[in-house]
């Protein structure tokens, strides 16, 4: 996948974040929570862009193995890194009811998507 695609699928990632959101606030009041949204964002954005960028780079150097080995540990470092993310918020922000997940929860699972086509791309053009 070229870069100018992947620029292109992230913003319709980050897009998508943000309308899910905004069709969230009027089912649920996560309207104060708006600042999740645009960390989560921000976070899943950098970890998408290494992920794609170490997934190039497997493939630049034709090792398969490298490859399968950036997809076990981005699953690993992507879990760790949301558990301490959401910790670091509450610890600064104490919220007083659990809707602070939810734009979080969301934007993980829209850019798990997004990852998962790209990966899928990059180990197609492996082949």
């Known amino acids: 996948m070229k870069t100018v695609n992947f620029l292109k699928h992230i913003i319709a990632a ?3 974040s943000a309308v899910v959101f905004y069709i969230c606030t009027w089912i649920i009041p996560v309207q104060p929570y708006m600042d999740v949204l645009i960390y989560a964002i921000l976070f899943f954005t950098v970890l ?3 992920v794609y ?3 190039v780079r497997s ?3 034709q090792q398969n193995n490298f490859f399968l080995y950036i997809i076990i540990l981005n ?3 992507k879990l760790v ?3 301490v993310f959401m910790f670091l918020y509450v610890q600064a922000n104490d919220p007083t009811d659990r809707y602070f997940l939810v734009p979080f929860l969301l934007t993980y699972l829209i ?3 997004f990852e998962t086509y ?3 791309i990059q180990a197609r053009s492996s082949k």
């Open 81 to 83: 890194a949301s558990f």
């Open 75 to 77: 699953v690993f470092v």
């Open 59 to 61: 493939l630049i150097k």
């Open 14 to 16: 980050i897009l998508c």
């Open 48 to 50: 998408t862009s290494s």
């Open 53 to 55: 960028w170490l997934g």
């Open 118 to 120: 790209i990966l899928s």
């Open 111 to 113: 850019f798990t998507i």
